[in-house]
Nanobody
Framework: QLHLVESGGGLVQPGGSLRLSCGASGFSLHPYAVGWLRQAPGKEREGVSGIDSMGFMKKYTDSVKGRFTISRDNATRYNAKNMVYLQMNNLEPEDTGVYYC??????????????????WGQGTQVTVSS
């Protein structure tokens, strides 16, 4: 089956850092824009960040600007992992939630049109608490 796999979540104190990773199972992420969204208990999904297929265009929701950085490994060598990363610094309790990565067109990812993306991950829990 073709799907995305996230890793790197965990429990961290306010002000701490985590690095989330997103990889593809059964296909390459190379042609796809990739986005991160999160969902906290009782709240709607919230788009966090997105990056286009070449890594040139990036988008962040206002609440994470200056704290989160999205990047990707777009190496074209045969065994390239083509991972996408979300470096999260100075984490706040409000950042708590399940973080999902999605892959699709830049139009869908940058406009948080989750129903139009092609692939989803299973999610990774991020908890920011003292």
């Amino acid at each position: 089956q073709l799907h995305l796999v996230e890793s790197g979540g965990g429990l961290v104190q306010p002000g701490g850092s985590l690095r989330l990773s997103c990889g593809a199972s059964g296909f390459s992420l190379h042609p796809y824009a990739v986005g991160w969204l999160r969902q906290a208990p009782g709240k709607e999904r919230e788009g966090v960040s997105g990056i286009d297929s070449m890594g040139f265009m990036k988008k962040y929701t206002d609440s994470v600007k200056g704290r989160f950085t999205i990047s990707r490994d777009n190496a074209t060598r045969y065994n390239a992992k083509n991972m996408v990363y979300l470096q999260m610094n100075n984490l706040e309790p409000e950042d708590t939630g399940v973080y999902y990565c999605v892959a699709g067109t830049w139009l869908a990812v940058s406009n948080y049109m989750w129903d139009l993306v092609d692939y989803w991950g299973q999610g990774t829990q991020v908890t920011v608490s003292s």
